[in-house]
């Protein structure tokens, strides 16, 4: 195809997002270019402070005790997709790590060592995927087509306003660029602290104190925690076992497998270095570990009740779902299936009779077989029939593990979650024989069908708010989105250790002036509270365009050609949403007088309130299970923005 044009483009954002539209751009215009007639150029300027590829997330420099959440098999900057122009480079990861293992070509010693004993089912370092986006990224570039021009500015893009049909870019090292597009693929962006954080903050100035604001874990300077001394970690998500792995392993500290009996799996050596870290969340426990799997879904999962086609019945229908009417109702079903159908297989002791019982359990569970009745009822006079006790499924309470129980001390507090973490991992290495885990396993395949329900058709404001963000979203984070199984293992080798120990449930924070130190108590733990001159926050900045610090985005937002998503609540008050609002397909911003801003497009968390589960990597094409559409959307986000960009 003949061009005749000059198009000129801004990334703003080098990381993964921003790495797959110029991957896009790239193989869309090598597919559609007439190699005999291109009178075209395509200027592609890529803004970002840090190095191109892996951007701020994913430094190869970084420390290898930081770990994806993800296994080999999955992560991938290139698109699988037959439908779409074929990449001029690269592969998934997995291909990427077998190819390197083999030929260690542009890698330094540390990574040739990770990637020797690095397996598909492995959870790799951060470090060593910011090598695979680096190397991709560079061949990418060794490839670029005829009439096309790359051009990277290791700065911040502090404005984009509106020229005629251009846009202006205002750089900070003072230099500017005038595009016909700009792509905000801008990722984790420092936030405002909330007022909490802020009096902590100033506290600590005050009185001599420590306080670590919410940051990502590799940007931390972690040698200004004290040695040996009491730290207050508030957070046990993802994030706390980045904090744990530097303060613990990072400071010289050893863990070997235990050799004594009833002491859990792994023994925890100290260096002398290690403060003492007294952990807080919510929960009072860290999320679930993830179970052993080969692949990122459970193979003996397969949703009966919230499937692609229950969803396509919806949108045939025009209706727009909501979570708690119409979408939990069916996942409930699919993870109260799982769980005792694991049983049944696993455990048939647990039931009487169970071939009757999972027949019977099958025709409780039809959505329509119980329209006038209620069928949560039924499948729980069912269980109570044929499910001795101690295996009945309490699925809300697998999240909250410590719901409704009190403690004499912290010390009998630390032995309760020692046990559940030492449970926990047993369940991990049962895999797919363990019922908990195949009903969290449900769960989390359910998500990647809400993912396109949401992203597709979307679901009601009001749903959005108080169901699915609401509530169910921090649920089911808990159960499925944990760490590796040895996250816990060590966790719980670190707490008989007496390195770690823990708070209790819905802990409540403040600074004693007098006493100069940080203190925090659970009201369910009877003992005197947990002090310490210093208090790391364990989790990442908050994921919200209306507090984010960004020269660009507040520019934005100012000159009105970006607004923030506001969605209504049930009782009718308007919510302020995380992200951006936009219009599909391809993504563009919603500018404050309602109209589209054309030339502007929006990739990355900043899609926050129209897609769910923003942060997560494209999935490689899976070798075993099934593939969701949900899995590799970034991927076909980018290459819309691709097409629009090049008017195809």
Same mark, same amino acid.
């Given at each position: 195809?003949?061009?005749?044009?000059?198009?000129?483009?801004?990334?703003?954002?080098?990381?993964?997002? %921003?790495?797959?539209?110029?991957?896009?751009?790239?193989?869309?215009?090598?597919?559609?270019?007439?190699?005999?007639?291109?009178?075209?150029?395509?200027?592609?300027?890529?803004?970002?402070?840090?190095?191109?590829?892996?951007?701020?997330?994913?430094?190869?420099?970084?420390?290898?005790?930081?770990?994806?959440?993800?296994?080999?098999?999955?992560?991938?900057?290139?698109?699988?997709?037959?439908?779409?122009?074929?990449?001029?480079?690269?592969?998934?990861?997995?291909?990427? $790590?077998?190819?390197?293992?083999?030929?260690?070509?542009?890698?330094?010693?540390?990574?040739?060592?990770?990637?020797?004993?690095?397996?598909?089912?492995?959870?790799?370092?951060?470090?060593?995927?910011? $090598?695979?986006?680096?190397?991709?990224?560079?061949?990418?570039?060794?490839?670029?087509?005829?009439?096309?021009?790359?051009?990277?500015?290791?700065?911040?893009?502090?404005?984009?306003?509106?020229?005629?049909?251009?846009?202006?870019?205002?750089?900070?090292?003072?230099?500017?660029?005038?595009?016909?597009?700009?792509?905000?693929?801008?990722?984790?962006?420092?936030?405002?602290?909330?007022?909490?954080?802020?009096?902590?903050?100033?506290?600590?100035?005050?009185?001599?104190?420590?306080?670590?604001?919410?940051?990502?874990?590799?940007?931390?300077?972690?040698?200004?925690?004290?040695?040996?001394?009491?730290?207050?970690?508030?957070?046990?998500?993802? +994030?706390?076992?980045?904090?744990?792995?530097?303060?613990?392993?990072? $400071?010289?500290?050893?863990?070997?497998?235990?050799?004594?009996?009833?002491?859990?799996?792994?023994?925890?050596?100290?260096?002398?270095?290690?403060?003492?870290?007294?952990?807080?969340?919510?929960?009072?426990?860290?999320?679930?570990?993830?179970?052993?799997?080969?692949?990122?879904?459970?193979?003996?999962?397969?949703?009966?009740?919230?499937?692609?086609?229950?969803?396509?019945?919806?949108?045939?229908?025009?209706?727009?779902?909501?979570?708690?009417?119409?979408?939990?109702?069916?996942?409930?079903?699919?993870?109260?299936?799982?769980?005792?159908?694991?049983?049944?297989?696993?455990?048939?002791?647990?039931?009487?009779?169970?071939?009757?019982?999972?027949?019977?359990?099958?025709?409780?569970?039809?959505?329509?077989?119980?329209?006038? %009745?209620?069928?949560?009822?039924?499948?729980?006079?069912?269980?109570?029939?044929?499910?001795?006790?101690?295996?009945?499924?309490?699925?809300?309470?697998?999240?909250?593990?410590?719901?409704?129980?009190?403690?004499?001390?912290?010390?009998?507090?630390?032995?309760?979650?020692?046990?559940?973490?030492?449970?926990?991992?047993?369940?991990?290495?049962?895999?797919?024989?363990?019922?908990?885990?195949?009903?969290?396993?449900?769960?989390?395949?359910?998500?990647?069908?809400?993912?396109?329900?949401?992203?597709?058709?979307?679901?009601?404001?009001?749903?959005?708010?108080?169901?699915?963000?609401?509530?169910?979203?921090?649920?089911?984070?808990?159960?499925?989105?944990?760490?590796?199984?040895?996250?816990?293992?060590?966790?719980?080798?670190?707490?008989?250790?007496?390195?770690?120990?823990?708070?209790?449930?819905?802990?409540?924070?403040?600074?004693?002036? +007098?006493?100069?130190?940080?203190?925090?108590?659970?009201?369910?733990?009877?003992?005197?509270?947990?002090?310490?001159?210093?208090?790391?926050?364990?989790?990442?900045?908050?994921?919200?365009?209306?507090?984010?610090?960004?020269?660009?985005?507040?520019?934005?937002?100012?000159?009105?050609?970006?607004?923030?998503?506001?969605?209504?609540?049930?009782?009718?008050?308007?919510?302020?949403?995380? %992200?951006?609002?936009?219009?599909?397909?391809?993504?563009?911003?919603?500018?404050?007088?309602?109209?589209?801003?054309?030339?502007?497009?929006?990739?990355?968390?900043?899609?926050?309130?129209?897609?769910?589960?923003?942060?997560?990597?494209?999935?490689?094409?899976?070798?075993?299970?099934?593939?969701?559409?949900?899995?590799?959307?970034?991927?076909?986000?980018?290459?819309?923005?691709?097409?629009?960009?090049?008017?195809?």
């Amino acid at each position: 195809m003949a061009k005749s044009q000059i198009i000129r483009v801004a990334l703003v954002g080098a990381g993964p997002r %921003g790495t797959s539209v110029l991957e896009r751009l790239l193989a869309n215009w090598a597919a559609t270019t007439d190699e005999a007639n291109v009178t075209a150029t395509l200027h592609i300027h890529v803004i970002d402070p840090y190095p191109a590829g892996s951007g701020h997330v994913w430094q190869p420099d970084q420390s290898r005790l930081y770990l994806m959440n993800t296994q080999s098999f999955y992560p991938t900057l290139i698109p699988e997709d037959p439908e779409l122009a074929p990449p001029l480079a690269g592969t998934s990861f997995d291909e990427w $790590r077998v190819t390197r293992r083999r030929d260690g070509q542009g890698l330094n010693q540390a990574e040739k060592a990770e990637l020797a004993t690095l397996e598909s089912d492995n959870f790799p370092s951060r470090a060593i995927y910011g $090598r695979y986006l680096r190397q991709t990224l560079a061949e990418l570039l060794q490839r670029l087509p005829d009439g096309v021009e790359v051009t990277f500015h290791e700065t911040t893009a502090i404005a984009a306003r509106p020229v005629g049909d251009m846009f202006d870019v205002e750089l900070a090292d003072g230099g500017s660029l005038t595009v016909g597009s700009v792509v905000l693929a801008l990722g984790h962006i420092e936030s405002r602290l909330n007022p909490e954080q802020r009096s902590f903050e100033t506290a600590a100035r005050e009185q001599g104190l420590l306080y670590f604001p919410p940051a990502p874990p590799a940007d931390v300077d972690w040698t200004r925690v004290p040695d040996n001394e009491p730290v207050l970690v508030r957070g046990m998500g993802l +994030n706390f076992f980045d904090v744990m792995g530097q303060l613990t392993e990072g $400071r010289g500290g050893k863990f070997v497998d235990s050799v004594a009996p009833g002491t859990g799996t792994l023994e925890y050596r100290p260096s002398g270095r290690e403060p003492k870290i007294i952990a807080a969340s919510r929960r009072g426990t860290p999320y679930r570990a993830k179970a052993g799997l080969s692949g990122y879904y459970a193979t003996s999962i397969t949703l009966r009740y919230l499937t692609e086609a229950a969803m396509d019945r919806f949108k045939a229908a025009g209706i727009q779902p909501g979570f708690d009417h119409d979408l939990w109702p069916l996942l409930h079903r699919d993870a109260l299936w799982a769980y005792y159908a694991t049983l049944a297989g696993s455990q048939p002791a647990a039931i009487r009779d169970p071939a009757q019982f999972l027949a019977d359990l099958e025709d409780a569970l039809q959505p329509h077989a119980h329209a006038t %009745g209620n069928w949560e009822s039924a499948v729980g006079a069912l269980v109570e029939k044929h499910v001795v006790a101690s295996r009945r499924l309490n699925l809300k309470g697998l999240a909250a593990p410590l719901a409704g129980r009190t403690f004499a001390s912290r010390k009998e507090l630390d032995k309760a979650i020692t046990d559940y973490l030492d449970d926990d991992a047993r369940r991990s290495a049962l895999g797919e024989s363990d019922p908990v885990k195949m009903a969290i396993g449900a769960l989390h395949t359910g998500r990647a069908i809400l993912k396109t329900v949401v992203a597709d058709g979307g679901i009601t404001d009001e749903s959005w708010v108080a169901e699915l963000r609401g509530w169910f979203e921090s649920f089911v984070e808990g159960l499925a989105s944990g760490p590796p199984a040895l996250r816990s293992e060590q966790l719980a080798a670190l707490a008989r250790a007496g390195v770690v120990s823990f708070v209790g449930p819905d802990p409540k924070f403040s600074v004693d002036r +007098n006493a100069k130190v940080f203190r925090a108590f659970s009201p369910w733990v009877r003992d005197v509270p947990a002090q310490a001159r210093t208090l790391i926050e364990a989790m990442s900045p908050a994921n919200r365009v209306g507090i984010n610090i960004s020269p660009l985005l507040e520019q934005l937002l100012e000159d009105g050609l970006v607004r923030t998503k506001i969605m209504m609540s049930v009782e009718g008050t308007p919510v302020q949403t995380t %992200g951006l609002d936009v219009e599909p397909h391809p993504y563009r911003p919603v500018a404050a007088n309602g109209s589209v801003t054309r030339g502007l497009y929006v990739l990355s968390l900043q899609l926050s309130a129209t897609q769910w589960g923003t942060a997560i990597a494209a999935e490689a094409r899976p070798t075993k299970g099934r593939a969701y559409r949900s899995g590799q959307r970034t991927l076909r986000d980018a290459d819309e923005i691709a097409r629009s960009i090049l008017k195809l």
